[in-house]
């Protein structure tokens, strides 16, 4: 997107104008919404309220780009209209939609503006006319997509093969009930650095800073924040809690951690992972790898601020090639495997549009490779934990199927009741599988193999 001096200066405190720039380096760009939209945060000139106001749309739009279109199409046509006047359409529609409070007027006003004074006086009077015909016109229905696939697509706003994939492992119903969720927007969690029966005290200081909190139904170790930064905490000051999605705060205690065992954490970045297996540790020693040097300084930012640094060793290495020295193996190893991201979708809607079937096949490939790597590493008895943040069978289940057929020496350790996590997410093959609209959480899968000999 091409921005005009003129249109900067004008728009300097417009955060439509800025959203709208936000958007264009995430939907024609391809950069990831998250970083993106902290990124303008941290030194945003707007106010807190319209800060607020910017997420809300960008997040909304990048959610319900296919509906929109949908909504859009009868009014461009077969019109050839540049990526960013797209973008806008796509803004303003979002907003005539799906907020309230804002008076139409006000939607097609400022459009036309930012039409007008990035492009020219041609381009505002189309905008006009497209957003004017729009809200004097009776939406189209999606009972008029006669295929199933096709209408959940378009209805909910994501790529038909995801569609296609969900309803091979859940019926109609299921399946549409997990979609909505992903147009939701999402809790921000933490989980405490501390023991569990902490939490509530902690939780107590929190609403005395003026958060609103609540427990997460899903960990012992969580906490919901439905208002306000926990960033901003003073306990994330301290150490005492970090962000870090629901789902994922299962994956270390499911290790049954006795506090001297040597740990390999294949895949460490972000960190939440490493840091929550490290505050299990006395005696013993945790080595965390990963591959990108930028996010394995994170990770170490976090174990300093969380006062766990001592605990563990890190390492720039790809985990496929990683060999420990003097030939060590591990009493556990957790791979947080490199996967697809479709679990993550309510936090990071441009995944939907980005994945393809060839990305899954391909990262089950890599899965398989790392699975080999790690068996060679893990004593006999030991444990290994593998994770992912996605919910295709490829990624998951039939990976360890045939890691399983390959090495006869390993077997699933089934979970129960004494891991103390919901019965309604263990598989039958007792395996724990999350999916998005159980806890409105991350899509999540989860299994312990043994090795036996």
């Known amino acids: 997107m091409k921005t005009r001096q003129k249109s900067e200066q004008k728009f300097a405190d417009n955060l439509r104008w800025h959203a709208l720039k936000l958007l264009d380096q995430i939907e024609h760009r391809h950069q990831y919404s998250n970083i993106i939209v902290d990124r303008f945060l941290k030194d945003s000139q707007l106010s807190d309220q319209d800060n607020r106001l910017l997420v809300k749309i960008v997040y909304g739009v990048i959610q319900r780009r296919y509906t929109l279109n949908y909504y859009l199409k009868p009014y461009i046509k077969h019109r050839k209209v540049d990526k960013w006047v797209e973008s806008l359409l796509r803004l303003s529609v979002y907003q005539l939609v799906y907020l309230d409070r804002i008076p139409s007027h006000a939607v097609v006003n400022e459009a036309v503006s930012i039409a007008k004074t990035n492009g020219h006086q041609g381009l505002g009077n189309f905008v006009n006319g497209v957003l004017r015909s729009f809200i004097r016109s009776e939406r189209p229905s999606f009972v008029d997509i006669t295929d199933v696939s096709e209408r959940l697509s378009i209805q909910y706003s994501i790529e038909k093969w995801i569609v296609d994939k969900l309803l091979e492992m859940k019926n109609f119903e299921e399946t549409e009930a997990i979609l909505a969720s992903l147009i939701e927007e999402p809790f921000v969690s933490a989980r405490i650095n501390l023991p569990v029966d902490k939490r509530s005290q902690l939780m107590d200081d929190l609403k005395a800073e003026g958060f609103d909190v609540e427990e997460s139904p899903l960990s012992p170790f969580g906490i919901r924040c439905l208002k306000g930064n926990l960033i901003y905490s003073q306990a994330f000051a301290d150490g005492l809690l970090t962000i870090q999605d629901e789902s994922s705060m299962l994956v270390a205690p499911v290790g049954n951690l006795k506090g001297n065992e040597q740990v390999l954490d294949a895949c460490s970045a972000p960190g939440g992972k490493a840091t929550h297996i490290a505050s299990f540790l006395n005696e ?4 965390a790898l990963d591959i990108s040097e930028s996010k394995l300084k994170k ?36 791979l947080d495997a490199p996967c697809s991201g479709l679990g993550l979708m309510r936090r990071k809607p441009e995944i939907k549009y980005q994945k393809t079937q060839d990305d899954v096949l391909g990262l089950a490939q890599i899965q398989s490779e790392l699975l080999e790597h790690m068996a060679s590493l893990l004593k006999v008895g030991g444990t290994l934990v593998y994770s992912t943040c996605t919910v295709t069978v490829e990624e998951n289940e039939q990976t360890l199927i045939e890691f399983i057929q390959r090495h006869p020496n390993f077997s699933i350790d089934k979970f129960n009741e004494e891991d103390n996590v919901p019965s309604d997410i263990v598989t039958n093959e007792g395996q724990i599988r999350i999916w998005p609209n159980q806890y409105h959480t991350d899509g999540f899968f989860i299994s312990r193999l043994i090795k036996n000999n």
Request: hydrophobic share 30%.
């Open 284 to 287: 013993g020693h945790l080595t």
């Open 299 to 334: 990770v170490s930012e976090h174990l300093h601020r969380m006062d766990l640094k001592e605990k563990v060793t890190l390492h720039v290495s790809d985990a496929t090639k990683f060999n420990p020295k003097n030939d060590r193996l591990y009493d556990i190893i957790y």
